[in-house]
């Protein structure tokens, strides 16, 4: 299976199975689409026939350009099979080993964005802070469930986790108490809305989280209409200068700046923009995630509008990288040569498997997005894994565990979406998400035109 | 008329050494509202 597409001008074919990525002029594209369903002959008689004012396209050359398909084709490069796929990629193990923990460890928050998929941090629950003993549990949890895995993953979440400061602290020193005894690595993140950061948290933060995602929309007003506090007074003035100094005194080490856009931003480019104008270099921006009647719901109609500002997106990002002043998209972030593995590909973000949401009160999620919904409970620090159907159904959830996955050119860079958000669209985690689905495939485009530049111009 | 093919890793061939399972978690970085594995980065050689 192949898929090929134009961005910005430039025409690419990629091949779905092997991953390679083959740059082409619109000659050329063409004759790569065509060479599937027809012989050789009549791939050059069409082509001269399309491009008979254009020199250039003539037997000679279109014999050329046909003996290089041969070989890509001959190379695996093209056209390549998936029937490898079909054998001996392991699915996700109901019983395999856990490895990442998102903490909640705050189910309540200092600001009251309308969005929020939290409920305002409390899940649709009470509000709460994870105790210290419930958070040490935690990590023992999943050490002991961790197998032979070395590098476990644990996220602040909340709510807002600063809200609980000193038991993300302790859980941390906690933590690394832990990787001594049992040779394994943590890496922690926080998730934050800024509020609260001060001089010693950042210190702290900065030398022993892995990663820091901090909260903000982008321009003044676009944040503050959101992120405000309970009085309703936006956060964007409080928030700014301390991300500011927060990132600068970060040095090389892990964060984001991450938003979320809605109805009301469909020209969200000017959001990353200002992000970047502020000085933020690895930024990140997500859809809103939110019932389909809400005003800040994503539309069909609004598909062409977001496609367009995806594509100047990476236009810009090449300008910049060009001027010497570049930052980082997360969803454009694709390392071509040193990728996951088909394994990763086929398995996906590993929720409900080796990926897991734990409540103030020790309660397990298959991720943070189904905390609040009992009929997606687990288990309990306490007990374990108890409804093991649930966690068979989350191994099963692999990509082509559906119809449309198996069809999809973007299947492998993909793994077949996010459950929580198919379970939002369809009522099923087997769903497909199909907004979603648009999103994610004109973003992978758009890195793939960045990519090709990139490595055109010996920028990557 | 010329067709340039990216460096990029075979996923064909990353069937026979992949699968460690060290890499990052997806949503464990930036997104938290939706999916992608396509930029994790490979954590094999740093095992």
């Known amino acids: ?460 | 008329m010329k067709i340039k093919t990216l460096k990029t890793r075979n996923l064909k061939e990353s069937k026979k050494l992949g699968g460690c399972g060290e890499c990052q978690t997806s949503c464990q970085s930036a997104c938290k509202t939706s999916c992608g594995v396509a930029n994790q980065p490979c954590e094999q050689e740093k095992k």
């Open chain 1, 1 to 460: 299976m192949i898929h090929t597409f134009t961005v910005n001008g430039i025409s690419i074919a990629l091949d779905i199975f092997s991953g390679a990525v083959h740059v082409a002029d619109p000659v050329s594209l063409e004759a790569i689409r065509l060479y599937e369903q027809h012989s050789r002959d009549e791939v050059i008689r069409k082509l001269l026939s399309r491009y008979e004012s254009n020199p250039e396209v003539n037997p000679g050359t279109l014999g050329a350009l046909m003996d290089q398909l041969d070989e890509l084709v001959r190379a695996g490069q093209l056209y390549s099979s998936g029937a490898y796929l079909n054998t001996g990629v392991p699915l996700p193990d109901a019983q395999g080993p856990i490895k990442a923990l998102c903490l909640h460890v705050a189910h309540v928050c200092n600001l009251a964005c309308s969005y929020c998929f939290a409920g305002q941090g409390k899940y649709q629950g009470q509000a709460a802070l994870m105790s210290l003993g419930t958070a040490r549990g935690a990590l023992d949890f999943l050490v002991a469930n961790s197998g032979a895995r070395r590098h476990l993953e644990v996220d602040f979440f909340g709510g807002e986790p600063l809200l609980n400061w000193e038991v993300v602290k302790e859980t941390v020193v906690y933590g690394r108490a832990l990787e001594r005894e049992h040779n394994k690595a943590f890496r922690f993140t926080l998730t934050t809305n800024g509020m609260l950061l001060n001089e010693e948290i950042m210190e702290f933060c900065n030398q022993e989280m892995h990663n820091v995602v901090l909260s903000l929309d982008g321009r003044r007003e676009v944040h503050d209409h959101y992120r405000v506090d309970a009085k309703g007074k936006g956060s964007y003035e409080t928030i700014v200068p301390k991300f500011q100094e927060f990132v600068k005194r970060r040095g090389d080490r892990e964060y984001y700046i991450r938003g979320t856009y809605t109805r009301r931003n469909l020209d969200f480019l000017q959001d990353i923009l200002h992000m970047a104008d502020l000085g933020f270099t690895r930024l990140s921006m997500e859809p809103v995630v939110t019932a389909p009647d809400d005003l800040e719901a994503l539309r069909a109609e609004d598909l062409p509008a977001l496609f367009e500002q995806y594509e100047r997106l990476a236009q810009e990002m090449l300008n910049r990288k060009r001027q010497g002043r570049s930052f980082e998209f997360y969803h454009y972030i694709l390392d071509l040569e040193n990728g996951p593995c088909i394994h990763k590909r086929f398995s996906g973000c590993g929720s409900g498997t080796e990926y897991l949401a734990v409540t103030p009160q020790g309660e397990l999620y298959p991720c943070h997005q189904f905390v609040g919904d009992s009929a997606y409970r687990i288990g309990t620090l306490k007990k374990g894994i108890v409804n093991h159907a649930l966690r068979e159904k989350f191994a099963a959830n692999t990509l082509y565990s559906r119809q449309e996955c198996r069809n999809c050119w973007a299947q492998l860079y993909c793994a077949g979406g996010c459950a929580a958000n198919a379970v939002r669209a369809t009522g099923s985690i087997s769903g497909v998400y199909a907004y979603g689905c648009e999103l994610f495939k004109k973003r992978i485009e758009c890195a793939l035109m960045l990519q090709a530049c990139l490595q055109e111009e010996g920028l990557a």
